[in-house]
């Protein structure tokens, strides 16, 4: 029989950070297509829109005006999914019928006055204010709220309702299931072997190089190992830090840079602004600041959904919802077509 | 303050099943809609395509012809996600590199040789044909395959390929992730409390009768208190069933007649075929048939992914992606609404 190519054969990989698997399926990359193809993203957004709650002097649904700023905007989100206060369910010893408090604040971050700009886009200097804002959020939320949850939806293909440049932050009295398993992951990780889990990983994948996309003096951006969607990857500091306010002045500007680059690969890829949805996840905030959380290190993830084309993207129906996530691609394949795509940006040619 | 009122005030809430949250913000029923719109479904499906793989006499792409079948058609994957041998990973002793064998083979089940009819149009006799049909391939995989997932990707919104109406099996020579995690929480609850989880969860949902949708002699069809997708279900039987093959005759019969029902409704709601991903999950097969699997119940899952009409869907982005599930409508609303529905398809009214 032939050797295990992990380009060729089917395998199942384990993700420790997750504590789950996923089916690497790669001697289907030739299935054809015949599945549902999405509106290709509209190509031309205006740089002002009278009617877009994000842009600098508009009036929202609710009579707030959203002011002339000149560079990011943080407001509180006008339909918050979580509340500052209010009645909270009865104590319940039914182990079947659980409800809990779930208190938090909604903010959505603008990066830019301009609704015809991107990240890959922005100079780096805009770009570096966002990274400040998300820091300074960070630490003022945090000082209630357990976790702060900074995320991005981008593009319509991806739920996201409004293509003004900004993301959002979901901060909450309770740690939600998906930091509660990385925290659970990590702790056991730093016990056993007493340095932190993602460090480590960051020290194996440079010594490998297979997965890495692009790196800096301060930056690591790979393809997991254990990565689900078609060209997920994730971005990572060389240095052992907790949380995004723990990153220095010229740590804080290559982040700038390596984002500004993989965004710009990213677009590249089918000519279009790469729909995504990322995130950060740090150290746990509010009443755990007083805890020990050297297992933990800050990353941030991006999943985007598009596999195929502009308009092909993969969904994570049938099988991922009831059984394991699936792929055809593997993380290797999808680090190496990154890295060959162009450092300039297809609308900057 | 005002007293706590479920269908008005934010909480999280537990799944005990998938030891996991789910954030509820009923509040928020009432934000108006931005986002991405999808595209109507093919209203008309004809009878008979002679370029549709599925149909009885068509040649398939590889060259093999689907017989002229009259009943249900089951036949192998022609791009088989799983394969049944192969060479396999070598074992690693790093924790952050592991990967293992994955063999397993990939069935599509035809429903029926007509392209135009789905299951809540199909007659009790045809349901119970796919039914026994599911019993039947749970007994021959699960002879050989730790996991059968029996599922069905519906719709194209939903990322289905076909309209002609199918469901696919992949059996797995490991456990994945979603009945790993099902077989531990029973397990510890049958080892904690002496009686399967999920026979004591249909007792009380009995009894409240808040989230049950419809019941029969022998099944409930319920929305589980900690549903995450807005008209998410969930079906049972009410007697302790650990397998497909281990219902009865007038199991099956009650079955088919519920299934009919259940479906009818969620075709009423927008007056469209309801897209969703559903699913089988039982005792584990295999190696396991020789444990003792008492802990397990029997149960089937819907999740389907319209939100407020035929277009709008609810989209599991962002925040669910790296926090938690989010919900406006509670499970509850969901479920007086679903039972609000006629009885009647609006095709046959
Ligand atoms: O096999 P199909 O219907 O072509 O493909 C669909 O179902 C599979 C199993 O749920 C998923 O992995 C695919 O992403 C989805 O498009
Ligand atoms: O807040 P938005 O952008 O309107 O809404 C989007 O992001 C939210 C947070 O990820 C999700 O809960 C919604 O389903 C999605 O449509």
Redesign the interface.
Known sequence: ??????NE??????N?LKD??V???P??M???????VE?PQESEVPRFDPKNPLCPGVTR?NGKVTPEYDSTYVFTND?????EE?????PSD??????????GTCKVICFHPHSDVTLPIMSKEEVRAVIDKWAEINVDLGKKYT?V?I???KG???????PHPHC?V?A?S?L????MVKNRTQKQ?YTKHGTP?LV??VK?ELQKQERIVLQNDHWVWLVP?WAVWPYETMLLPQRHVLRLEDLTNEERDALADITKQLLTKYDNMFEVSFPY?M?W?GAPTGPQLKDDNQHWQLHA?Y?PPLLRSATVKK?M???E??????R?LTAEQAAEKLRNLQDIHYKLR
Chains 1, 2 share one sequence.
Request: glycine share 6%.
């Open positions: 029989m032939a050797n295990f190519d992990p054969h089917p395998h199942i990989r384990f420790p789950e698997w089916t690497v399926s001697h289907r030739k299935r054809p297509w015949q599945g549902q509106k649904p339909f918050p999914a979580l509340l209010g009645p909270e369910p009865a039914d182990p079947l019928f659980q409800a809990a408090a779930g208190f976790w949850q995320f991005e939806n319509s293909i991806n739920g996201c309702s409004n959002q979901w909450s309770f939600p299931n998906e930091p990780y889990m480590d990983y194996k190992y949805s995130g996840h993830m999943y969904f129906v049938g099988y919802m009831l059984a394991q996530p699936q055809d």
